[in-house]
């Protein structure tokens, strides 16, 4: 690329950003990498990881108002190969120049796209990977897929401080061939990617290709049902969101889109306009990280787990979005804007879908007396982003109904990761998809990060079980049971496991502000269904995702603190993120403070996950209790159509 010159950098030729908090336009992308090109000694063979905004201080952005000058500042990291070396920027645009450049020792960022091309090359050019896959039938690597996995941290010395990955590989029948069908089982190629070159390549001893293919493409596919008739969504006069830049009002709720490398999907500025004021709700909400254990022992699978988020970027894996496929309906789609490796700017278009469904009913009652009916419908506004990560797709949908309930739903779907296995053999840590085909036991851990502001920053929390009260003179008739609240006031009180038996949820409240019955206003966190590891402790995959053995952590507002494994999850011994920042036990009561929420999705795959898995839902809501006066939704009118039959 070539390196503007000062004049050329000119803050006058930038689209202006509308608000603080809208993401780097391409143009603010392409310049800072150019300012720090052109003021820092990068070296020849330099990575940029992540060139996104820096995000201004919370105040700035809460005391905004259209029209105020904004400050753009971009933060870059930047990984030197030659070096082995991760440094930090900050770049003011403003004043176009670098204002923070730091050396961060013994960290590995995050594996790049680039990385993951470069690598399969480099794997398939080994002459000791050619002579192992020959050792198994296989002659030409044209049609071998190579998938790069993080070496992880196990401690062995001589992976110390290199930027390590193992490659695991599968063979195509043709360009189009589902290769997971066919796993080269037993050859790894471990691979630095610093040099992108092959260190060595383990062999764990032949197994088969497994028989059968695996096709799920329409090509493959002989005969499809015929029995669907057209199924339209029809907005004759549009819908009701209101986009401006990456403001979305809907009805009652405000929002604002976000999206970065690591975190994909992030939901700014959550707030509800109730009798003309907007009461804020959620001020971030994102994923913080994710991880996805396996449970085979064997060969070097003890060390499969994918970090998506911190290891590999799931922002920069998003889908570009197609109508009618992914998002039926109306749609507003949000381009993502990032960058890549050499400081250029990516975009996909389409990464972002937003749009209004149907929802079933939303309230009803008949008056058997009068025979008086009354129901309205319901609506929620969806926004979705899809990323595949090798073999697997993640979707993440936030959903806001017009009642004042937040839902994440999670879809997990694409392809199970796969082993083979000689014939005959029933694996024990895992399933026969196919013959001869092991998908192995797996769950995936989900961690999301909620920046609270119910009605204002400063908010507790409380946990809420159900009891039953004790036979005894309040309760002479063993019936009573009731709801039982508890404050946490400090961030080790605050790590907690759901508890489905006592019903258990999170609330959230503003101590300072009432309903109209005197009540604190409150947001509870409910669970849905939710697991937890199955790893020892002693594991290394528990250490560096300490964050999956507590459903519920909370912490005090610390801008620093995004991640639920913390900046540089990728080759990390451990220890880090959650664990280390709620170590000192500062005060959560009456305060700025953070929810973060580990959702835990149990996979023991079916032979219907095969070839492709049937999505597959989690998630988790946030549900309004005494933040209104009353029902919230009264107001939602009777559907126009059915000539008013909603109400007869
Ligand atoms: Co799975």
Redesign the pocket.
């Known amino acids: 690329m070539a390196v503007p010159t000062e004049s050329q950098l000119n803050a006058a030729t930038l689209t202006p950003a509308r608000h603080p908090l809208d993401p780097l336009t391409p143009e603010e992308i392409a310049e800072a990498a150019a300012i720090l090109k052109t003021q820092r000694d990068l070296g020849a063979r330099v990575r940029f990881e992540t060139i996104v905004l820096q995000e201004p201080a919370k105040e700035t952005v809460l005391k905004f108002r259209t029209g105020d000058p904004i400050q753009r500042e971009a933060f870059i990291v930047i990984l030197d190969n030659d070096a082995g070396a991760t440094y930090e920027a900050v770049i003011s645009l403003d004043q176009g120049k670098v204002t923070s450049w730091k050396h961060i020792p013994g960290v590995q960022p995050r594996i790049m796209l680039d990385e993951f091309r470069d690598c399969e090359a480099a794997v398939k050019a080994s002459p000791e990977f050619q002579a192992a896959i020959k050792k198994r039938g296989i002659t030409n690597s044209d049609l071998v897929m190579v998938d790069p996995w993080s070496a992880g941290n196990y401690g062995f010395e001589e992976e110390n401080g290199r930027r390590l990955v193992l490659a695991r590989s599968f063979l195509r029948s043709s360009p189009t061939d589902n290769g997971y069908a066919r796993p080269i089982e037993g050859v790894t190629a471990v691979v630095d990617l610093n040099s992108m070159e092959v260190v060595r390549v383990d062999d764990y001893g032949v197994v088969p290709l497994p028989p059968n293919p695996g096709n799920y493409a329409s090509e493959f596919v002989g005969e499809f049902r015929k029995d669907l008739k057209p199924l339209e969504i029809v907005q004759p006069e549009g819908t009701s969101i209101q986009v401006d830049g990456y403001g979305v009002t809907w009805q009652k709720w405000r929002l604002r889109i976000g999206f970065t490398p690591r975190e994909g999907l992030v939901i700014h500025n959550i707030g509800y306009n109730d009798q003309g004021r907007v009461r804020p709700i959620v001020y971030r909400a994102s994923l913080s990280d994710m991880v996805?254990p396996y449970g085979d022992p064997s060969k070097d699978h003890y060390r499969k787990n994918a970090f998506d988020a911190g290891e590999y970027g799931i922002g920069t894996l998003a889908n570009s979005l197609t109508l009618g496929c992914d998002c039926l309906g109306e749609i507003h789609y949000f381009d993502a804007v990032m960058n890549d490796s050499r400081g250029g700017v990516v975009t996909i278009p389409n990464a972002v879908c937003l749009h209004e469904e149907d929802y079933g009913i939303l309230w009803k009652h008949s008056d058997w007396r009068t025979g008086q009916t009354e129901v309205r419908r319901s609506r929620r506004l969806v926004v979705s982003s899809i990323s595949t990560v090798g073999n697997?797709e993640y979707g993440f949908f936030w959903y806001f109904y017009q009642d004042g309930t937040i839902q994440l739903e999670v879809k997990?779907t694409g392809i199970?990761?796969t082993a083979a296995v000689p014939a005959g053999e029933t694996p024990k840590y895992g399933t026969l998809v196919a013959p001869q085909l092991n998908a192995h036991i797996?769950?995936?851990f989900f961690n999301f990060r909620l920046d609270m502001s119910v009605d204002g920053e400063d908010n507790s929390v409380y946990e809420v079980n159900t009891v039953s009260e004790p036979i005894g003179p309040d309760n002479p008739h063993g019936n009573a049971f009731f709801a039982q609240t508890t404050l946490f006031k400090t961030e080790l009180e605050a790590q907690r496991v759901i508890d489905p038996m006592s019903g258990r949820y999170w609330m959230v409240t503003n101590p300072s502000v009432a309903n109209a019955l005197g009540q604190p206003v409150g947001y509870k966190l409910m669970p849905g269904d939710n697991i937890l590891p199955f790893a020892h402790p002693s594991a290394s995959i528990i250490k560096r995702a300490g964050f999956m053995t507590k459903h519920l952590w909370v912490t005090p507002y610390d801008p620093d603190e995004i991640t639920a494994t913390g900046p540089y999850p990728n080759q990390h011994p451990g220890g880090a993120g959650l664990p280390e920042y709620t170590s000192a036990g500062r005060n959560i009561e009456n305060t700025d403070l953070v929810l973060w929420y580990t959702l835990g999705?149990h996979?023991v795959?079916r032979p219907e996950?095969w070839p492709v898995?049937p999505v597959?839902y989690c998630g988790f809501m946030l549900k309004p209790v005494g933040f209104f006066d009353t029902n919230p939704v009264l107001d939602v009118p009777p559907s126009a159509h059915n000539n008013g039959a909603c109400h007869a």
């Open positions: 996805v697997y997990l199970v990761n797996h769950q995936h999705y996979h795959p996950d898995s597959a």
